[in-house]
């Protein structure tokens, strides 16, 4: 072999390098998109599986299921958006579902046994709310309590109060243009869908484009450098806490609406499906963070496997079992996610 083919080969090794490299740069790509919309794609696939299966697909995509599917959900969904804001200041509130079962009855009672217009039974019901909320993050944030046990304890007061107040039976005779509302179309869309929107575009805008937003998103990812920099951290999770006690208030009026009676419970099944779609969001779009749009996500894959499987005749113990394994998934998803970024 000459020498001058000796110089030539290095040359042609070189050549060939960059596709390999190029190759091997795809990979983390593709890696990349399937995390940040893998629970996306997911929940297309099931659309689309429900939607021809011969088991389902007479009912799944026929338009007064897809609208009772949706509009059922509006519930869970404000519930979870209202979750979403302490959380991304790294403040859990398990006080969800009680707080909205205790809402329904006090605008339930307001309206009907007090005898006030619907508009003033609705405000006092927001009112209620904030002031739970008040409380509650008043001994978290100034009296750093933790806020798990203090949420939980709020939980369990206000079932009781409930309990109490209606001696376990339904508050019947609500208003009629309450349940309109909860039952009704516009424009041929769900009443509640409408509702539900509007609660999505103000908790995003808050989240994205204000200095509430961007300064909770600072406390729950270093709340010690938030303080140096100035922000006012106790001040701040106390608004977060009200804030999304008074989305409570939303879900708890909008629930009385859709089912026409306050039904006293411990609201368990909405804390979980609530804390559930938060934390599958917080699988998608933007993994490893807390997210408008991932929650909605998680919010309808939840309500598509669930309302796809009962369809099919799939037991009652079915809907506990998949929505308390979504949740374990997703949290340990979300967990590894979130350490992974701030590596």
């Known amino acids: 072999m000459t020498t001058e083919h000796l110089e030539q080969q290095p040359m042609a090794v070189q050549q060939e390098q960059p596709p390999a490299r190029a190759g091997r740069s795809l990979a983390p790509r593709v890696m990349s ?20 299966w011969p088991e389902t697909s007479d009912t799944f995509l026929s338009t007064a299921n897809l609208r009772n599917l949706v509009a059922g959900q509006a519930v869970i969904a404000i519930a979870a958006l209202a979750t979403l804001i302490p959380l991304v200041a790294g403040q859990f509130d398990v006080s969800i579902g009680s707080v909205t079962v205790a809402i329904s009855i006090a605008v339930a009672a307001l309206s009907t046994e007090a005898g006030l217009p619907l508009a003033v039974a609705l405000a006092g019901g927001i009112v209620l709310a904030a002031l739970i909320g008040l409380v509650s993050g008043s001994i978290v944030a100034y009296v750093r309590a933790d806020p798990i046990v203090i949420t939980l304890g709020t939980a369990t007061l206000v079932s009781g109060l409930g309990a109490l107040y209606t001696d376990n039976e339904s508050i019947v005779g609500i208003p009629q243009d309450l349940v309109a ?23 995003g805008y808050l989240m994205r484009y204000t200095v509430l937003g961007r300064q909770l998103l600072m406390i729950g990812s270093n709340p010690d450098a938030a303080k140096l920099v100035g922000v006012r951290t106790q001040r701040l999770i ?4 009200v804030l999304g006690a008074m989305l409570y208030g939303v879900a708890g009026a909008l629930l009385l609406a859709r089912t026409g009676a ?82």
């Open 33 to 52: 998109v399937f995390e940040r919309y893998g629970l996306v794609w997911m929940l297309v696939l099931l659309v689309v599986f429900f939607g021809v």
């Open 181 to 203: 509302f909860g039952g009704g179309l516009w424009l041929g869309v769900p009443r509640p869908i409408w509702l539900m929107v509007a609660v999505i575009c103000f908790v």
């Open 238 to 241: 106390l608004v977060a806490f």
């Open 262 to 343: 306050a039904n006293p419970g411990d609201g368990f099944a909405a804390t979980l499906g609530a804390l559930t779609a938060v934390f599958l969001g917080a699988t998608t779009i933007r993994p490893g963070r807390f997210n408008v749009p991932g929650t909605i996500v998680g919010v309808f894959f939840v309500a598509v496997s669930v309302n796809g499987l009962t369809l099919a005749g799939a037991a009652a113990w079915v809907d506990p079992v998949f929505t308390g394994a979504a949740l374990v998934i997703a949290v340990s998803i979300s967990t590894l996610l979130t350490r992974r970024r701030q590596v």
